[in-house]
C-alpha cells in the first residue's frame, strides 16, 4: 500500500468538495480549482475527508495511487491557505519594481524585463531585491517562480542572479594567476 496515497486528504472548515465520477471540484476562501483524475483510481468523501483507493497492485495503479492523493492535498491546501514562493535578487545594478501587476526586472541586460502575471498569479514586491509570487495553484505558482529565475540564474563565481529564498549556490574559485 502507498503510504502517501493511503492517507485520508482532510477538509478543513470554509472548503467544499464536489465529486462527479473521477472529476473533483474544491472551493474555498481564495477561490476555485478543478482538476479530473484517471477513472481507474476511486476517489471517495468520507467524514469530511477524501479518501484514494485503488483497484489492483499493478505498477499503473500504484503510481496513480499516490499521485491523486497528493494532488487532491494541493487542491485543498491551495484553495484553503495558498501557495507563496520567494525569490532573491543578488547583483550590483540589478533590482524589481512592480508597474501595475507586472514586474520589471533590471538584471544587467540592456533593456528591462517585464514579467506578466498569468491569471490567478499575484506579485508583490518588498524593496529592491525580493520577490513573492502567490497564487492558489503549486504547480502554477512553481512554474512562474521558474520561468522568472530563469531571466537570469545564478552564476557560481561572484553568486549573482535570482535565487529562490534559502537555496545554496556551490560557489567557484576563480582563475588562478600564473
Known amino acids: 500500500m502507498s503510504r502517501i496515497g493511503k492517507l485520508p486528504v482532510e477538509i478543513p472548515a470554509g472548503v467544499k468538495c464536489e465529486l462527479k465520477g473521477s472529476h473533483v471540484k474544491v472551493t474555498g476562501g ?93 506579485f508583490e514586491v518588498e524593496g529592491t531585491q525580493t520577490i513573492h509570487i502567490s497564487g492558489i495553484d503549486r504547480q502554477q505558482v512553481g512554474q512562474v517562480a521558474a520561468n522568472i529565475r530563469k531571466l537570469r540564474a545564478v552564476e557560481p563565481y561572484k553568486g549573482k542572479g535570482i535565487r529562490y529564498e534559502g537555496e545554496y549556490v556551490l560557489r567557484k574559485e576563480s582563475k588562478a594567476g600564473a
Open 30 to 122: 481564495k477561490g476555485t480549482l478543478e482538476a479530473t483524475f484517471s477513472p481507474e483510481i476511486n476517489i471517495a468523501l468520507e467524514n469530511n475527508a477524501l479518501i484514494v483507493t485503488r483497484p489492483s497492485d499493478k505498477i499503473e495503479h500504484r503510481s496513480l495511487h499516490g499521485l491523486t492523493r497528493a494532488l487532491l492535498n494541493n487542491m485543498v491546501t491551495g484553495v484553503s491557505i495558498g501557495y507563496r514562493k520567494t525569490l532573491l535578487i543578488e547583483g550590483t545594478g540589478y533590482r524589481v519594481s512592480i508597474q501595475g501587476k507586472n514586474l520589471n526586472l533590471q538584471l544587467g541586460y540592456s533593456h528591462p524585463k517585464i514579467v506578466e502575471p498569468p491569471a490567478g498569479i499575484t
